[in-house]
Nanobody, 115 residues
Framework: QVQLVESGGGLVQPGGSLTLSCAAS????????MGWYRQAPGKQRELVAT???????NYADSVKGRFTISRDNAKNMVYLQMNSLKPEDRAIYYC?????????WGQGTQVTVSS
């Protein structure tokens, strides 16, 4: 089993920044992909960004150029630096770890963008 714990969510004004962190623990394989997904009220969960163990990244078009995903393999951590936040970025952000076998999720952290 793998446990994921997110932190760093909160309330921020439009144009502001937040950094989300996710700590992974448990039976973690060396080669895995970690990522962030989000779910806004009334909408389905969607991809925000993913990063492989080797550092290859993938972003949703809506966040390209504003968000940056990174990871620290030694600490089993993944981060999401969010800049130029917009009201439409408001959602619960979930950390994900995908390995063979297994697809794990954190409990989520709320991000609210409002003036």
């Amino acid at each position: 089993q793998v446990q994921l714990v997110e932190s760093g969510g909160g309330l921020v004004q439009p144009g502001g920044s937040l950094t989300l962190s996710c700590a992974a623990s448990g039976s973690i394989d060396t080669f895995n992909t970690m990522g962030w997904y989000r779910q806004a009220p009334g909408k389905q969960r969607e991809l925000v960004a993913t990063i492989t163990y080797g550092g290859s990244t993938n972003y949703a078009d809506s966040v390209k150029g504003r968000f940056t995903i990174s990871r620290d393999n030694a600490k089993n951590m993944v981060y999401l630096q969010m800049n130029s936040l917009k009201p439409e970025d408001r959602a619960i952000y979930y950390c994900n770890l995908r390995q063979t076998p297994g697809d794990y999720w954190g409990q989520g952290t709320q991000v609210t963008v409002s003036s």
